[in-house]
């Protein structure tokens, strides 16, 4: 038998520890039991798109670390991808090595905050520490590489800005012997936990069709069991020359498509990120890191759309060229954006504690949405 | 079936509702008439030859002379993406709304309400989304002006961006 109460509304954020970021939801429970839960974002818009159109295309490459600060490597990649498109400018090879370098850790940091933050969310407080810890030493290999650990502004238009530092790799490739046996002690740690299995498994179920019909991307859309990388599958820079393998949700703790499968397959993709590292590290050519790219640069009039897969999915970027040294228009679609579209239907349903794992589960960075 | 392949049967089935297609751009588009334009993504999207069934990205773009909205759709069976675009007038420019055919169109055209000033037709909740209810204008517009204050919160201050400007 069900009892129905009278609607109560919630507001809940703009400032909430677990809400990753200023973002705000407006709540209509009836008890424990949400209705809906309305997103209310903008509260981080800075109108970054029209501030590319006022300092031009170098001028942009540090604002575009803002768009997403947790993985500030890809957005960056993704501005650099669309204005070598438009000028028709080929990046050296030791260049996209740096770059694939730099972004694969930059994956793992931004995983490791997010599976931490989700543990915090949900009231585990030790895995934040652990997560961070090890998000610490990739931020200290990444402030030697470019000598900034959150808006790190390392790539430019046509490849990057400084070579790996003497003795770089070699740490790196002993930061991932580290690493590798650290997410094995990670995963006996939360990953398996009873307590924390139940809190995730079963909640906000998002089917294959569903999460295409809403564009979600990345870990979003393969925790759903769809297999699909842009690096695979539009594949960009050099990852056609490694081995890596594209993690998919299973259902192994619940239905398919819930919050756990989003959880592991974040968790699996660190040590597919890991093996990319290996390989890159290995391999990387000798050679110039940046291509010879004009100061006042002025590609012809024309647009442009690059995918790129970051740490959130597919982030598009759109680029519209008058023949200027200033862009006409900038656009880019993120992988947040999208996911917050989803959540008021996911919320009819659910307990008001669980809106907080769904949030944690959906990996949504606030300045991502807002931009 | 690639990109320009879809383009001309898009033509052969619509016909004079099809305005231009584009093959020389970075990426190929065709642009359409604002009134045929859910019709040719609904045909798009239910034809299994190209099954288009992710709407990827949907942008507002002002042009001084005109408002584009651009669709970009991609099809994870068929692996390959087209470009749509409709031209609209910059006076109250308005088309149909694209969430009856694919639901990630709410929100980006929420943005593009709010943005650009598009108004679309049949949309269920056109609201602003990123600035504030009560602001003036749409700041993508070209021809924006930013007010000086928004409830006696001063919204100017010199800044490298200004200087930057005035040497422009």
């Known amino acids: ?371 | 079936m690639d990109a320009l392949a879809t383009y001309q049967r898009v033509k052969e089935r619509f016909g004079d509702r099809i305005l231009e297609i584009n093959e020389k751009a970075h990426d190929p588009f065709v642009v359409v008439e604002p009134s045929a334009i859910v019709e040719v993504c609904r045909f798009l999207r239910d034809d299994p030859e190209f099954a288009m069934n992710c709407l990827s990205n949907q942008i507002g773009v002002d042009y001084k002379d005109r408002i584009e909205v651009v669709y970009e759709l991609y099809s994870y069976s068929k692996r390959y993406g087209v470009t749509l675009k409709v031209k609209l007038p910059r006076d109250n420019p308005s088309v149909a709304t694209m969430e009856t055919v694919w639901k990630s169109a709410n929100w980006m055209e929420r943005e593009i309400f709010d943005l650009i000033g598009v108004t679309f037709e049949g949309h269920s909740d056109l609201r602003r989304i990123l600035m504030p209810e009560d602001w003036p204008g749409h700041p993508q517009r070209k021809d924006f002006v930013e007010p000086m204050e928004y409830h006696g919160i001063s919204t100017v201050r010199e800044s490298p961006i200004i200087r930057l400007e005035a040497k422009k």
């Open chain 1, 1 to 371: 038998m069900s009892i129905r109460t009278e609607e109560m509304t919630l507001n809940m954020g703009p400032q909430h520890p677990s809400t990753h970021g200023v973002l705000r939801f407006v709540i209509k429970a009836d008890g424990e039991v949400m209705r809906e839960a309305i997103p209310d974002v903008g509260y981080l818009h800075r109108s970054i798109e029209k501030i590319a159109e006022k300092v031009g295309y170098h001028g942009f490459m540090p604002y575009t670390d803002r768009v997403d600060y947790v993985c500030a490597m890809f957005t960056n990649q993704g501005w650099g991808m669309a204005c070598e498109r438009l000028g028709g400018i080929e990046v050296p090879r030791r260049g996209e090595y740096c770059r694939v370098i730099a972004a694969e850790f930059n994956r793992i940091a931004s995983h490791l905050l997010s599976v931490g933050t989700m543990g915090m969310d949900i009231g585990a407080m030790t895995p934040f520490t652990h997560a961070i810890r090890e998000r610490e030493m990739i931020n200290d290999l990444i402030e030697e590489l470019c000598g900034a650990r959150l808006t790190f502004n390392y790539m430019r238009i046509g490849g990057v800005a400084w070579d790996l530092p003497p003795g770089w790799r070699e740490k790196a490739l002993a930061y991932l012997d580290h690493f590798d046996p650290i997410w094995d002690e990670y995963n006996a740690l939360i990953s398996y936990n009873k307590i924390y299995v139940e809190r995730l498994a079963n909640v906000g179920v998002i089917s294959a069709e569903e999460a295409i019909d809403y564009n979600l991307v990345g870990p979003n859309l393969r925790g759903c069991g769809f297999k699909w990388d842009i690096r695979k599958d539009i594949p960009y820079s050099v990852y056609p020359e490694f081995e890596f393998d594209v993690p998919v949700g299973r259902g192994e703790y619940g239905t398919l498509g819930d919050a756990m499968d989003r959880y592991m397959v974040r968790i699996r993709e660190m040590r597919e990120s890991s093996r990319i590292l290996r390989q890159a590290l290995r391999q990387i050519p000798d050679g110039p890191v940046l291509a010879k790219v004009p100061r006042n640069f002025k590609p012809k009039a024309g647009e442009c759309q690059i995918r790129v897969e970051s740490a959130r999915g597919d982030m598009g970027w759109y680029a519209v060229s008058d023949g200027s040294g200033y862009p006409w228009r900038v656009h880019v679609r993120t992988g947040s954006f999208a996911a917050m579209g989803i959540i008021n239907k996911l919320s009819r349903g659910l307990m008001i504690a669980d809106l907080v794992t769904l949030i944690a589960s959906l990996d949504v960075i606030a300045p991502e949405i807002d931009r």
